[in-house]
């Protein structure tokens, strides 16, 4: 703290006190000094002044506090002859005083110098005592001085400590000022710090406030235009309101009155139900003498009926259509073939060809439309009865698709739907309390070979026979897998399996589907809770490629077709044999009860021996297709369909036996 104090002022005229002292010490001690100086010999010496001695400074300038200057003491003046002292050498040294070649007559001058010289010795020396007596007095009157001075230093003194008390108290109140002023000094920046975060954190809250606002006045624009919709819509629904109370009224009036008419319409509908209970009563007896009356047409009809389908022109079809008509629209029963050819002469000559069958399917017909025509056919093995489906026709001609069809609800061929309207039947007989349980097989004669297509594995090397059994009728084929049937699905299960196998033996051998016939087979046996019982089949046959191959000009790689196609001849026209056979025995009537049916020319006539005597129910679709191209062959069908078609094969039995 006091380091930090200025230095006290010090002024040129105010020398410290032991300056004074130390000043006034030298100067006595120069006095006394003086006279031990001897003059030089012989020179001529400048005589020196006494100066007074310093005078103390004019202590009045320290300020009006301190005490009263001193008056300067004047030294005495004292003139003396100045002689330089024996240690100084002289500016021209003498010569020195003895010389042992010293002559005589210098030795009288000598002596004279000599006695000058102790005549001067002894007025110095007069004057030296004088001088210090002087000396003494000046001493005592400067030591009177020096006393005063003294004093005058000590009054000084104090009165310096006292200023420099009085300085050192300010300038600890100016360092305790300057702390404060520090401290404020800090405070103030402290306090205008926190102002200047104090206005930055109002101004962002400003800021903030200002975007409310700006919120807050485009959501009260928002919120304006919202309320000033809502009233408009309030206003309209107000008038809504008020139109639909008035409905109301008149609704709740319409609303008692209706519910009179329910009570009414609901004692009516009860009254109806009852009427309509009779009625299904009557409706299912009806049911069951129509079945029996379809039955009898049947019977009166001959059993074999063929419907004749011809399939639409197909997208990858490139050849041109056939001429075909369809005269008869309300029956649907004949199909007329055109065609035109060169005569001989060179003329045009058309020739048209008619042809008339039970049913004859447009190219436009669906699959529900043909399976409307044989459901009840395909249920009538639920009565009893063997059925017989055959598809006959060329390749390509369509077999497969009615037989089996496509992938969808809408394609499924005749196969599955059978299938499902027998399921359906049985389920709807349980409730007159019949049972009835099903199983299935399917097979391909392929070369006059049987394969099973339900077999475990893809490639059936079994041989199979076929076996009938004359006391019931059934016939079996050996080591065939024979599968119960629980669900319409499982059959279709059971068909994509088998069409997976024949299209793995077609990579084997070209187009198997073509080359060979394959037969599916439902057997249904059933049980009334009166212990009656009844066994039917179902026997659904896509037959081989009708086409005759020109089997003179095949060579090499065509043998295998060429035995293909004379079993497949052999085989259809064993068929056309077997139903030529059955027709003449039937037109002969009881009188060739014991005729021939030729069933064994083939293993495709024997396996289906139950189901084409005249005890089966038998149905051909012809299958044509619609180019020009296959005309030919399409007549040749036509021909051979007519002939089946106009085969009576006598009456189909039930087979029926109560238990
Ligand atoms: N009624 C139809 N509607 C639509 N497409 C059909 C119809 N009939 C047949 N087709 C199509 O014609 C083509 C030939 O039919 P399909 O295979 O059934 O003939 P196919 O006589 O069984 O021949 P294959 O003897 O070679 O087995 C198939 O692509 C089939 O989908």
Redesign the pocket.
Known sequence: MISRLPRLHSSPLQPSMSTLKRKAAEEEDEALDQPRKLPAIGASRPTRTLQPSRTAPNLTKSGPSLPKPLTKPRAPTLTRSTTRGTSAPPASRPPPPVRTTRSVSGRSTDDKRFSELKTQLTSIESARAADAARLALDMEAERAKVAELQENHAAISRELAAARNHDLNQRRELVHASDEIEGLKKRHAREILDLEMDVKQRERENREVKEDLRLCRADLERDREAVSALKSTLAMQSTAHLTLTTQNQLLQAQLDANARLVAELTAKLEETELKLEEKTREVTDGEIVRRRLHNMVQELKGNIRVFCRV??V?PADSDEEADMAFPDKRENKEIVLSSSSESATGQERKEVYNFGFDKVFE?SASQADVFEEISQLAQSCTDGYNVCIFAY?Q????????MEG?PTEATAGMIPRAVVQVFRVAEEMKSKGWEYTMEGQFLEIYNETINDLLGAHDFDKKKHEIKHDPKTGATRVTDINVVPLHSASQVRSLLGVAQKRRSVAATMVN?R??RSHSVFTLRIRGVSAAGERCEGSLNLV?L??SERLNVSFANGAERERVKETQAINKSLSALGDVIAALGEKGAAGPAAEGKHIPYRNSKLTYLLQNSLSGNSKTLMFL?LSPLAAHLNESLTSLRFATKVNNTTIGTAKKQSRTS
Do not use: C
């Open positions: 399939r639409p197909l190219p026709g390749t390509g001609s369509g077999k497969s698709f009615t496509g187009e589907s073509s896509d081989a490629g299958n």
